[in-house]
């Protein structure tokens, strides 16, 4: 079984950077599309960044295009998300999804979640 969690997230100032983790603590085989998306309070959950199942394909949000990497580890079952000139707009808790088809923009999409990450960047 699927089991996601996050790490990494932390308080910042605008410009520092920060590195997301997620694990399948599970250890489930196989590859997996995974993504990332957050939700500030009072907000809509919003996609950030996806990488298909077989890592040929990476999408991003227009809002943090040349600035955010995803990325794969397949050796550890672990997706990242490299978030650099960071903004107090990027504020929100982060979590990542995992589908063994799906691996795009659309969250109802996808089949696993973590339990997210807080992200707090200070003017």
């Known amino acids: 079984q699927v089991q996601l969690q996050e790490s990494g997230g932390g308080l910042v100032h605008t410009g520092d950077s920060l590195k997301l983790s997620c694990t399948d603590a599970?250890?489930?085989?196989?590859?997996?599309?995974m993504g990332w998306f957050r939700q500030s309070p009072g907000k809509e959950r919003e996609f950030v960044a996806a990488v298909s199942r077989s890592g040929d394909t990476l999408t991003y949000a227009d809002s943090v295009k040349r600035r955010f990497t995803i990325s794969k580890d397949n050796f550890v079952n672990t997706v990242y998300l490299q978030m650099n000139n960071l903004r107090p707009s990027d504020t929100a808790v982060y979590y990542c999804?995992?589908?063994?088809?799906?691996?795009?923009?659309?969250?109802?999409?996808?089949?696993?979640w973590g339990q997210g990450t807080q992200v707090t960047v200070s003017s």
């Open positions: 599970g250890r489930t085989t196989g590859s997996y599309g």
């Open positions: 999804a995992a589908d063994q088809i799906y691996g795009g923009r659309d969250s109802m999409k996808y089949d696993y």
